[in-house]
């Protein structure tokens, strides 16, 4: 079975500090691709970060960096230097037969 | 070009009638993809389309619901006999490669559902 899990449904941090989220997931596929997706307030969904499972090099978008560890099917999620706009659901996700979401991580910056 | 959008925004309906969702993805995407989200649930896929195929219909909750894409643009989600359950927001969200390219999914802003 192929399953994406979210342990942590909410979470806080302070202005620029430092927040780590955490996804685990199963896949018996070869090759696959981990997303980050991030959920406003708004509602509007949209990609954070993304990994392609054959790389080992962990992919970084300024702020954002993801800790991949393949063997430990582990695949988590840094925010450095939070700013009030990263206030949001966080999902974690993996491609497969379909597209498997986390339930998801609600991260609150508090000024 | 614009992105992902859905109509309606907000639909509500009594149980019973039946329902359908629109999804216009951005110009040139060949996959789209329905989710459903339930409150304080994450995304259940629904279906995905390459093109006007849906290689696996699987993850439809039940015969009351179906989904089609036509000229490999638009794509309805329709719900038969609405139940309360069915009370969710539906997303869409089109990209431009399949399920097994690493191509980013750009979402609709949904349809919130509610079924009296």
């Known amino acids: 079975a192929q399953t994406v899990t979210q342990s942590q449904p909410e979470m806080s941090v302070q202005e620029a500090e430092t927040v780590t989220l955490s996804c685990t997931y199963d896949?018996?596929?070869?090759?696959?691709?981990l997303f980050w997706y991030k959920q406003p307030p708004s509602r509007q969904m949209i990609l954070v970060i993304r990994?392609?499972?054959?790389?080992?090099q962990n992919a970084t978008e300024n702020r954002f960096s993801v800790n991949f560890q393949k063997a430990a099917k582990s695949f988590s999620l840094k925010i450095s230097d939070s700013q009030l706009g990263d206030t949001a659901m966080y999902f974690c996700?993996?491609?497969?037969?379909?597209?498997?979401f986390g339930t998801g991580t609600s991260l609150t910056v508090i000024p | 070009g614009a992105g992902v959008s859905q109509s309606p925004s907000n639909k509500v309906t009594e149980k019973g009638k039946d329902v359908e969702l629109r999804c216009d993805p951005i110009?040139?995407?060949?996959?789209l993809y329905w989710y459903r989200q339930s409150l304080g649930q994450g995304l259940e896929f629904l279906i995905y389309?390459?093109?006007?195929?849906?290689?696996?219909k699987s993850g439809l909750p039940s015969d009351r619901f179906s989904a089609e894409r036509t000229g490999g643009s638009v794509s309805t989600l329709t719900i038969q006999r609405t139940q309360q359950e069915d009370s969710a927001v539906y997303l869409c969200?089109?990209?431009?490669?399949?399920?097994?390219?690493?191509?980013?999914?750009?979402f609709g802003p949904g349809t919130r559902l509610t079924v009296l």
């Open positions: 996700a993996m491609t497969g037969n379909q597209f498997y």
């Open positions: 389309f390459q093109g006007n195929s849906a290689p696996d």
């Open positions: 990994q392609e499972a054959y790389k080992q």
């Open positions: 969200a089109s990209s431009l490669g399949g399920l097994a390219s690493r191509d980013e999914q750009f």
């Open positions: 110009s040139g995407h060949t996959a």
């Open positions: 896949t018996s596929e070869s090759n696959y691709y």
